[in-house]
């Protein structure tokens, strides 16, 4: 098996381009051996949120505070109790927190930190999948668009933002794009060279003509983007690369091109752990080096551009840039506005008006969508909709293909914690030990107290929400999706949740 040296190709590179010395290549190698941190951020529309966050905070090894984001880190993952990575595992998989890499995590904070000062209300993640840097931005009070070019990591972009109601997906190459945004997230696809800590790939099959290719895939990624944003508007431009063909050349490229268009923003007060970017770096006299990978002949201010080494900040190596558009910039764009999948809920649907009266829901029809088949409904919190193939998240789906009777429609988890503030009737509150004996099997209405069982009674089979009542219980205030069938009342939870939910209880009464 081939060892790790600090004579690596990518290292050698590194420190002949000036970025790294004798002391600093050192430096990457020795943490580049190292296994990387368990970074974990957690849902803050989950339910759980307090609880995780309480467990978390007591059991991690550090935790920062990067704006409003909490995160809880472990710098070792043998050290973590077994329960604990049980109940973090159980919770990632249902979207009630995300594992990230810190350095990961600088891209949408340098978004949020800039929202107010260029008013950025829209916001397109152009290479979103598998949708770590997303899931941040939707927690901020502005309209998340994902896209990604693969159908299936798509799919799996849709699982991870599935409990948002402010983000639409997209399945398009950047070239069928339309319609433009307040600023757009350029997470380019790249060499890795800095996951040197969790892949083999930098150590031993690192190539600069690989990071050539890219160079011209990350250009044409960036000046595609260019026609999909508004005036004043920011593009985030992200590589998990630390080599400057794929960094500082392209920010290079799209300046010089752009002159007077374009400028490059200082974000270092964001990241101040970061390093400048670099102005010069080697001309390759290879074939198939680029020319718009040369170095800089005048001043571009390059050194505004963020570099993160692993040693800066544990984490792994990565590049942020910031670009302006402060004039427009003549590349022909299409903006219209296709709404192919969803239409807008209207007070004519007659299913829609059923469900509102049977949950006596208020009025929240401008926030509703549905796929044209009626087959959902979705909460959206923006405008436009431009080509989606998933909006929203799911308030209500249909069981029964072909049924539209109520009963063939069920709440969705995904949208709960949207929706329940809005719906007033077919509630029930019981104490955890009722609760907990749903987990069974259904239980007959005569099992239940009267007053429960003529709550119960009131209503016609279907979904209900389930409130726990019960002071000094961790689970306090909690709610759920019920179902109420003939004679009983059963739960709607799956498998996975019902173990979160006991791991949680658990951890909860051993603390």
Known sequence: MKKRSVDCDLFSEL????????????????????????????????????LLQTLFNKSCDEMKVIQNHKIFIWNNNKSIKKEIKEIIDNAVERNYCYRQELCSMFPPLVIESLINKYHINTVLDICAAPGSKTSQLVENKILVTANDVDPKRVQILAHRLNCWGNVNILNCSIDQIK????????????????????????????KLTTSFENHRIQLKIVRESLKHLNENGIIIYSTCSMNPIEDEAVIHSILKEFQGSIELIDIHSIIPNGRNGVSIWKKYDTINCPVTSYPPLEEYHLERCVRIFPQDYNSGGFFIAALRMNKGISIASSDEDTME??????????LWNQLKNEFELQPIE??????????????????????????????FERRRKGDYSLSSFRLCEDGLFLVQPFIKKRRVKLSLESFLKLQDQPVPFNLFSTEIQNELKKWKEGSIIIEITQKNCKLDSFYFIGWIGKTTLNHNISKEEWKLIHLLLKESINK
Do not use: H
């Open 15 to 50: 420190q002949q381009n000036g970025i790294l010395n004798e002391k600093e290549r050192l430096e990457l190698f020795n943490i580049g051996c190292t296994p990387l941190p368990l970074c974990v951020r957690v849902n803050q529309k989950s339910k759980y949120r307090d």
């Open 179 to 206: 319609g433009k945004y307040d600023c757009i997230l350029c997470d380019a696809p790249c060499s890795g060279d800095g996951t040197l800590r969790k892949s083999s790939n930098p150590w031993f099959k690192w």
């Open 341 to 350: 999948y969803f239409e807008k809920a209207n007070k004519d649907n007659i």
């Open 366 to 395: 401008n926030n509703i969508i549905m796929k044209k088949d009626n087959s959902l409904y979705s909460w959206y919190n923006g405008n436009p909709i431009y080509q989606s193939v998933f909006c929203g998240c799911k308030l």
